[in-house]
């Protein structure tokens, strides 16, 4: 089990450190059906942008296991991060929570997609949860503000978005953000 997650990071780390687009491309036909690989290839690939490529390697897993739940949740979240088929993203997330009841990533994931379609009774219910399981993570705090917000319990989000600013590995990025929330709220950022 080890030998193949590290096997994952070291396909990663080398793909993601070749700059030079022709020498990705004589990686790519990864051969074999271990989807540990498959997988860190098509995350680097979201990562720089190569959204269609990176179809490709997932198809190819969810051909092989078709319900590899973090494949599902890391393939329906970027969608949800680019508001490309929401709906599809939302099934597939149900589809990993399924089967990874107590997983705060996928916790997370399913609640951020229920509050993108506006269902906010759900997403708390979800958000709540990942908060549980992960306190101390900024981008989970940050949805359940966000949700919060929403349900117009403003003292709690705001609660929730000053948490994010302490967490040594909140980005620079998330910060402007969630400073600019606490003055204005939930406005276009």
């Known amino acids: 089990m080890i030998r193949i997650f590290l096997s994952s990071i070291v396909c990663l780390v080398i793909f993601t450190s070749i700059t030079n687009i022709e020498a990705q491309e004589e990686i790519l036909p990864l051969k074999g059906e271990n989807v540990k690989d498959w997988h860190a290839?098509?995350?680097?690939?979201?990562?720089?942008?190569?959204?269609?490529?990176?179809?490709?390697?997932?198809?190819?897993?969810?051909?092989?296991?078709?319900?590899?739940?973090?494949?599902?949740?890391?393939?329906?979240?970027?969608?949800?991060?680019?508001?490309?088929?929401?709906?599809t993203a939302i099934e597939m997330l149900q589809r990993a929570y399924k089967q990874k009841t107590n997983d705060p990533?996928?916790?997370?994931?399913v609640g951020w997609g229920y509050y993108l379609v506006d269902d906010f009774i759900k997403a708390e219910k979800?958000?709540?949860?990942?908060?549980e399981l992960m306190p101390n993570d900024p981008i989970v705090n940050d949805h359940y503000g966000d949700v919060l917000w929403k349900m117009d319990r403003k003292i709690e989000a705001r609660y929730y978005w000053k948490s994010v600013l302490k967490?040594?590995?909140?980005?620079?990025?998330?910060?402007?953000?969630?400073?600019?929330?606490?003055?204005?709220?939930?406005?276009?950022i």
């Open 41 to 87: 290839i098509a995350a680097a690939l979201i990562s720089n942008g190569r959204y269609e490529e990176a179809i490709s390697y997932y198809d190819h897993i969810l051909e092989i296991n078709p319900d590899e739940a973090y494949v599902l949740n890391y393939l329906a979240y970027s969608w949800l991060e680019r508001n490309y088929k929401i709906d």
């Open 105 to 109: 990533f996928i916790i997370d994931s």
């Open 126 to 131: 979800f958000l709540r949860r990942a908060v």
């Open 167 to 188: 967490f040594e590995d909140t980005e620079e990025k998330m910060k402007e953000n969630i400073k600019f929330k606490l003055l204005k709220g939930l406005k276009i």
